[in-house]
């Protein structure tokens, strides 16, 4: 099958969207399936064979951070050059009422269009304001997926129609089978995300950790991503801040490593979110979770049972809940075990085999409209010519 896949967020600047696409792309392509990516991207960016680069991306307000994304005539143009050299069976576009690349697409696309929707946003007026603009892009699509029954609500109200829920995917085994550091060892909470974006939380667990660190004098934070770490421990009393660790941007290797060798790690995130990619990385390598009782983390998370959750934007109830499970190795233990059975929903060889599923549908849905048309055209023609 040729499949294109439309990312709209740059691929320079990672982030759960660029990684599931990716992890997707990758999958079909182990299987023996010709794909291409369509993504943003810098000039100097180094890509993976399969992703072909839409030009340059500008930094946008969305959905409660600043994305990357790419709009305008040129990109408009390279869309139409792309589907027309990949000749696809089907493309799927990621989301699609985001003003970049999907949007475009959808637009420019004939043919079978599977649509994914990642967004959880249930007070969204943009989108509201925005949908007389979008509808005429929207039913062109065949089939509508959401990572999550909150981005599949966020759709239903605000766009109308409904999807099939298939969540982002993770390869377990890769996680799962990382070698821990040592120097990551030892009474060791984690954190992996953006800095200076807010809404990950970080401020949020930085408030906590006096508490933490009172209780658990040993104790060491390490923080893997980019931004500002002078601003980050900024709030910390100035004896604190070398229990702080930052490890800047780690690949998918170290980051496998980092997940496998802490102790506990705390996803402090405070809104926005429709999934929760790091819980299941963080599942799949073993790690004890501890997140914010957000919906999308809490459905992750088994409700509960397969890592635990605190009051969301509450450092008390982070740092409580924090040293309560580094003082209980038998509870940590037991929250490795649920969620290492848990995370095997999230492995692509159930995720892609999904996804494939759909692109199966709509591709045969289109073959056999195709066929009726044939059929009507030549039974016309043949009533034609007997007229005559």
Known sequence: MRIGIVCPYSWDVPGGVQFHIRDLAEYF????????????????????????????????????????LNFGFLSAARVRRWLHEGAFDVVHIHEPTSPSLGLLTCWAAEGPIVATFHTSNPRSRAMIAAYAILQAALEKISARIAVSEYARRTLVEHLGGDAVV????????????????????????????????????????????????????EARLLVAGRGDEKEAVESLPRELRPRVEFLGMVSDEDKA????????????????????????????????????????????????????????????????????LLDDPGRRAELRERGSAHVRRFDWSTVGADILSVYETVTAGAAAVAADDRATGLRARLGLARDQ
């Open 29 to 68: 392509i182990r299987l023996g399936h010709d794909v291409s990516v369509l993504a943003p991207a810098d000039d100097d960016t180094p890509l993976p064979p399969y992703v072909v680069s839409a030009g340059r991306a500008v930094p946008v307000p969305y959905n409660g951070s600043v994305a990357r």
């Open 166 to 217: 298939i969540p982002n995917g993770v390869d377990v085994d890769f996680f799962a089978k990382a070698e821990p550091r040592p120097e990551w060892q030892g009474d060791t909470i984690g954190f992996i995300g953006r800095i200076d974006e807010p809404r990950k939380g970080l401020p949020v667990l930085m408030k906590a950790l006096p508490k933490i660190l009172a209780a658990r004098p």
């Open 257 to 324: 490593r980092f997940l496998r060798s802490v102790d506990l790690y705390v996803a402090p995130n405070t809104g926005g979110e429709s999934f929760g990619i790091i819980l299941v990385e963080a599942m799949s390598a073993g790690a004890p979770v501890l997140a914010s009782d957000l919906d999308a983390f809490a459905q992750v998370l088994d409700r509960g049972a397969a890592g635990e959750l605190f009051a969301n934007e509450d450092a008390d109830a982070l740092a409580d809940a924090a040293v309560r």
